[in-house]
């Protein structure tokens, strides 16, 4: 079982002045379920390297059991800081490919050319494409075999409007996620604020906020077997 996550390499909010990039539960939840299954973890970024960590998920308030463990656990950290540049992978072949969020991918993954190409051949090939929070911006300009928008007619969640207003950024982020997928076709849903929340739809899962993370990961894995 060989899965490839892929986080941004974005670490600019906007013209805020502040930083951003993948949220540390939304890659260390799905991390730990992958690994703990017996997966082959493949790693990637835009740039490769060390992925911009948001260093509001990195805070005390924020942490988890699995960001603590993450933390401590000298492996896991090297294997982050060497990504593989994504379009040296983009061709390998996958079980699996998860998308965790952060406001970053808004900015890079959900314009990238490689991450566009490895969505659609990946769903093309009827394997699992996942993604949690802002990920699902990846599906901003992904299409299906008849050219139409690939979340289009699918049940999808994502992060929420109402979830981007409490956190203050609504005016900052360069799109709203909620708006696209719906622009998209997609049947958008959404769960209670900051809890647990995923859909999986065929061989498409997504989940809603933070929160969501470890239970994507494990509707992957439920897809898999």
Not at 169 to 187: C, I, M, T
């Amino acid at each position: 079982m060989k899965i490839l996550m892929v986080l941004t390499s974005h670490d600019r909010l906007g013209d805020t002045g502040h930083k951003t990039g993948f949220w540390l539960e939304e890659f260390a939840a799905p991390y730990y379920v992958f690994k703990d299954a017996g997966a082959q973890l493949w790693l990637a970024s835009p740039k490769g390297g060390q992925p911009p960590l948001d260093p509001k998920s990195d805070a005390p308030d924020a942490q988890t059991a699995a960001t603590v463990r993450f933390n401590e656990d000298a492996e896991a950290l090297s294997a982050l800081a060497t990504t593989h540049r994504l379009k040296d992978v983009v061709d390998e072949q996958f079980d699996a490919v998860f998308f965790p969020g952060g406001h970053g991918p808004l900015w890079d993954l959900a314009e990238d050319a490689d991450a566009i190409r490895l969505i659609e051949q990946t769903f093309s090939a009827g394997k699992p494409v996942a993604a949690v929070c802002h990920g699902p911006a990846v599906f901003r300009h992904t299409r299906g075999a008849l050219g139409e928008p690939l979340v289009k007619d699918k049940r999808v969640t994502g992060f929420s409007n109402e979830e981007e207003a409490a956190v203050g950024l609504s005016e900052v982020v360069p799109f709203s996620l909620e708006d696209v997928l719906k622009k998209n076709g997609a049947r958008y849903e959404r769960g209670p604020l900051w809890q647990s929340y995923v859909v999986t739809d065929g061989m498409l899962v997504t989940g809603q906020n933070p929160a969501s993370s470890e239970a994507a990961a494990e509707d992957v894995l439920r897809l898999l077997r």
